[in-house]
């Protein structure tokens, strides 16, 4: 079982929404990422937070805003949305340490469709 | 930069044989592989790693896979499959320093176990 929460499982928003995606962590990691998944391909990295500093950013478009409102917490503030941003998003959670292949843990994911 | 190959976008067995799942990367230096899974409408799930020692590295339910620097292979590999094996699954590599704690994943494979 996966000890990184997401909610909600299911988000049905219309283009001139906002809406909020929540994730929470309690292994004591200082690395939590947002990805976005399309259906049978791979996840694609959004951003990257590590202690609780945004560290890294994929040229996401605004209309998706991070939060980190800490340690064990990531959110990700949803606005104006288009249809083919409905996809699977997962949030996962590592320890920072670099060259201690650390392992990336994800969520179950939450499913969004944009009307 | 690093990348993943997954050559095969479907794999076919019948359950109670041997399953490979074959996986190629390329990265600078030394790698951090892994392979996670994904049943249908799931978050991705980490099965093993490979960090450094021994190349054949074992993972959850049954599963091993075998490090080969000089193939830059990582092969996903199990005895005997079952059933419940059919899912998606990613290869993904890091480097061993320089690449933060960014994934590069495979396209994915679809494996399906059939009786």
């Known amino acids: 079982d996966t000890e990184v929460t997401q909610t909600p499982k299911h988000l049905v928003m219309g283009m001139t929404n906002k809406k909020s995606l929540k994730c929470e962590q309690h292994?004591?990691?200082?690395?939590m990422y947002w990805y976005k998944q399309k259906a049978k391909k791979p996840p694609e990295l959004m951003f990257v937070?590590?202690?609780?500093?945004?560290?890294i950013n994929e040229s996401v478009p605004s209309r998706f805003s991070p939060e980190c409102p800490n340690s064990s917490l990531l959110n990700l503030h949803l606005h104006a949305l288009q249809p083919e941003d409905s996809a699977l998003y997962l949030c996962?959670?590592?320890?920072?340490?670099?060259?201690?292949?650390?392992?990336?843990?994800f969520g179950e994911g939450s499913w969004l469709t944009v009307v | 930069a690093q990348s993943v190959a997954q050559p095969e976008d479907q794999v076919n067995v019948a359950e109670g044989n041997p399953l490979t799942v074959k996986c190629t990367y390329s990265?600078?230096?030394?790698?951090?592989l892994f392979w996670y899974v994904q049943y249908p409408n799931r978050g991705l799930q980490f099965l093993l790693k490979?960090?450094?020692?021994?190349?054949l590295v074992k993972g959850s339910y049954g599963f091993e896979a075998e490090f080969n620097k000089s193939q830059t292979s990582f092969h996903l590999k199990k005895p005997s499959a079952l059933v419940s094996d059919s899912a998606l699954y990613f290869c993904?590599?890091?480097?061993?320093?320089?690449?933060?704690?960014?994934?590069?994943f495979g396209t994915g494979t679809q494996l399906k176990v059939e009786l």
């Open positions: 990265v600078s230096g030394n790698p951090y």
């Open positions: 996962a959670s590592s320890q920072v340490k670099e060259r201690s292949g650390n392992t990336i843990y």
């Open positions: 490979y960090i450094t020692g021994d190349n």
């Open positions: 937070y590590s202690y609780e500093k945004l560290s």
């Open positions: 292994m004591g990691h200082r690395a």
């Open positions: 993904a590599v890091r480097p061993f320093t320089g690449g933060g704690n960014k994934l590069t």
